[in-house]
């Protein structure tokens, strides 16, 4: 049996300041549950900009464009947490396993 793919989903608004910290946290700790081989190679971690007006973006496209464990979803506009949340979990729906979130 294969392992699971997960998708760990994060919301974001305006955390330029602590985006370059949770990042490689998270990819630590999921690359941690691909080589222990619980959850599948092709696991990510989406964060979802809600409309943030710092370099959240960015910051994101470029955890993107360097490294295949991350992925992003940027909102037109400030929608609230709950909403940020619901477009990342339906945007993962049926590319994963397993979806947790987790705020960034």
């Not at 300041?17 to 946290?25: G, I, Q, T, Y």
């Not at 619980?38 to 360097?66: H, P, Y």
Request: proline share 5%; net charge neutral; glycine share 4%.
């Amino acid at each position: 049996m294969n392992p699971p793919i997960l998708y760990i989903v994060v919301p974001c608004y305006n955390e330029q300041e602590v985006l370059p910290f949770s990042a490689p946290m998270l990819k630590d700790e999921l690359c941690l549950l691909i080589h222990k081989k619980k959850v599948a190679e092709n696991s990510r971690i989406l964060f979802v900009d809600d409309g943030s007006k710092d370099k959240t973006w960015e910051l994101i496209l470029d955890f993107s464009q360097k490294d295949s464990h991350f992925c992003g979803i940027s909102l037109s506009r400030n929608r609230g947490h709950q909403n940020a949340l619901l477009a990342g979990l339906m945007e993962v729906r049926r590319k994963c396993d397993i979806a947790i979130s987790i705020d960034c």
